[in-house]
């Protein structure tokens, strides 16, 4: 009976990266605090407030280097990062019921139009990931809106504003990396 690849190297992919997180986390306990830290203020850097904060919409540290989508878990933002680490856009999203895993990513298909897993019908739709058998992927509703997701579907449509999808249509053409952090 032949089997398929496709599940040896999902396999190997969720432990290489089980592997490198818990490696990651072993470093930074190890680390000194400075490390990874630029000596001098870039435009790439995450801005502080006084008092340490993190200011919002500031680029997530270990968010990766060159050009490249951001996409954070936790503040449901995206960065477009262009050359020389410049922030070119940063905008909000509606997540769907399946999120990407933290990691790194490669635009692999677009479509123009079309109708999404929700039955809404989408537009500049830019795939990257799956994750639970669901292909994730950044899109915006022809309509404009940006609802809250239908919890008893699995879905993996990340929704945009118009405006917001149009910047990521031109920005994200296959191949370009795709970063998600927690």
């Known amino acids: 009976m032949a089997r398929s690849s496709a599940g040896y190297v999902a396999g190997l992919t969720a432990a290489a990266l089980a592997v490198v997180g818990f490696l990651a986390v072993q470093a930074s306990g190890s680390a000194p605090e400075t490390l990874g830290k630029p000596t001098t203020p870039s435009s790439s850097s995450a ?7 993190t200011k919002p919409g500031a680029l997530p540290a270990l968010s990766g280097q060159g050009e490249r989508v951001v996409y954070q878990l936790g503040t449901d933002r995206v960065w477009l990062v262009g050359q020389g680490d410049k922030v070119q856009r940063t905008f909000k999203v509606m997540p769907s019921t399946v999120d990407p895993l933290p990691g790194e990513y490669a635009v692999s298909t677009r479509s123009g139009a079309i109708t999404g897993s929700d039955g809404v019908p989408i537009e500049h739709v830019v795939r990257f990931a ?3 058998g669901v292909t994730i992927g950044f899109s915006a509703a022809q309509d404009g809106s940006t609802p809250e997701p239908d919890t008893s579907r699995k879905t993996g449509g990340i929704r945009e504003t118009r405006e917001d999808g149009r910047a990521m249509w031109e920005f994200a053409t296959v191949g370009t990396k795709v970063v998600v952090v927690e």
């Open 47 to 53: 801005s502080k407030k006084p008092g340490g904060k």
């Open 130 to 132: 799956s994750n639970e």
